[in-house]
Nanobody
Framework: VQLVESGGGLVQAGGSLRLSCAAS????????MAWFRQAPGKEREFVAT????????IYADSVKGRFTISRDNAKNTVYLEMNSLKPEDTAVYYC????????????????WGQGTQVTVSS
């Protein structure tokens, strides 16, 4: 599985961005998908995950109520809608995939995109 993120950029605090992650491969629908982020000098942290059928989602407490993860299996794409952005959301955002049940720890994901930068100015 190859993953390519897009949609990052510079936004003011309180603004919104929508990240997309396009996946290659015919078995996309069998993969759980997730978003992680990594700020400079910090460890990679979990943001959100969606199960292979899209019925189950999990969010980090820091983004709950502001971010929404979704997927379109017909388009082999997963999305992260980010609202009410804060400066502390600034990070490189990575899309990840694994075959099977969704997890919140990055070590469980075998496939990664190259990342897209999100910068939130105060």
């Amino acid at each position: 599985v190859q993953l390519v993120e897009s949609g990052g950029g510079l936004v003011q605090a309180g603004g919104s961005l929508r990240l997309s992650c396009a996946a290659s491969g015919r078995t996309f629908s069998s993969y759980s998908m997730a978003w992680f982020r990594q700020a400079p000098g910090k460890e990679r942290e979990f943001v959100a995950t969606v199960s292979w059928m899209g019925g189950n989602t999990i969010y980090a407490d820091s983004v709950k109520g502001r971010f929404t993860i979704s997927r379109d299996n017909a388009k082999n794409t997963v999305y992260l809608e980010m609202n009410s952005l804060k400066p502390e959301d600034t990070a490189v955002y990575y899309c990840a995939a694994r075959n099977g049940v969704a997890y919140t720890t990055y070590t469980n994901y075998a496939y990664w995109g190259q990342g897209t930068q999100v910068t939130v100015s105060s």
